[in-house]
């Protein structure tokens, strides 16, 4: 069966923003670091104002590609509308980055010395939120594989990252290996868990859905630069959608 940029409705809630595509479709999409946004009552100031529209506070690029195979593929998706700075979505709620306390060797202003209160509060109003509209909107489609889109910097610690994709994966290393395969028939620089390795637990809100629900958990790592590049996402959109849709 085939889909191709049919519309989707959406939900958008102060947590997350859900697509309902196809229940048919091949793919079911979430983007946990889609927004920078802060909510009402929150605000970056000082020092943390050099984080606005970083790396540090979404993943630049990730928002566009999901929507944009979402419609290529009729896909359903869930994407977080709040920033990693506030709660990280891609972490489990006792880890110790939940809420990162620090960015380019300086304090983050806006997550030191969290009351216990307010460290609940985040997690009730956004974390979980979030997490439940994936397990909401994964158990009403039947797509067999999660894809989780993420992106990552072109330069890292002063090093040039050559790696232009990378699949991420933990448990599903077959449907992980047939993806770079397919990926590398049009792209030089993919790699297995790069720039980060999913089987170190750093792939978190994949893992937890996808394999509750019986489905594959991988994650794609876009470098930033391309991820922003509209030419760019929509090849990638070509050679994702006609893959998944010959699964």
């Known amino acids: 069966m085939t889909f191709r940029f049919e519309p989707v409705s959406t939900t958008v809630t102060d947590a997350y923003e859900r697509l309902s595509g196809h229940r048919a479709a091949p793919l079911f999409l979430t983007c946990e670091h889609a927004s920078e946004r802060l909510p009402t009552g929150y605000a970056l ?7 606005s529209g970083t790396h540090w506070a979404y993943d630049l690029g990730a928002r566009d590609l999901v929507i944009e195979l979402a419609a290529a593929l009729c896909a359903s998706a869930v994407l977080a509308r709040f920033s990693r700075l506030l709660i990280d979505p891609n972490r489990e709620e006792h880890h110790p980055d939940l809420f990162r306390q620090h960015a380019e060797g300086l304090p983050i202003g806006l997550n030191q010395q969290l009351s216990v209160s307010e460290r609940q509060h985040r997690i009730t109003h956004y ?5 439940e509209a994936v397990d909401a909107a994964l158990s009403e489609s039947a797509a067999p594989t999660l894809l989780s889109i993420h992106t990552f910097t072109p330069i890292y610690e002063g090093q040039v990252r050559q790696v232009e994709l990378g699949v991420l994966f933990d448990r599903d290393d077959a449907a992980a290996e047939a993806l770079m395969a397919a990926l590398r028939q049009t792209y030089p620089h993919v790699a297995a868990n790069e720039p980060w390795s999913g089987k170190l637990g750093l792939i978190y ?4 859905h996808a394999h509750r ?4 958990a991988l994650e794609l790592e876009v470098r930033q630069d391309l991820a922003t590049d509209p030419a760019y996402r929509q090849k990638l959109v070509q050679v994702l959608a006609d893959y998944f849709q010959h699964q």
Not at 45 to 51: C, E
Not at 213 to 216: E, I, K, L, M, T
């Open 127 to 131: 974390h979980r939120p979030y997490h």
């Open 213 to 216: 629900h019986g489905r594959v």
């Open 205 to 208: 809100s994949a893992e937890r």
């Open 45 to 51: 100031t000082g020092s943390d104002l050099r984080l």
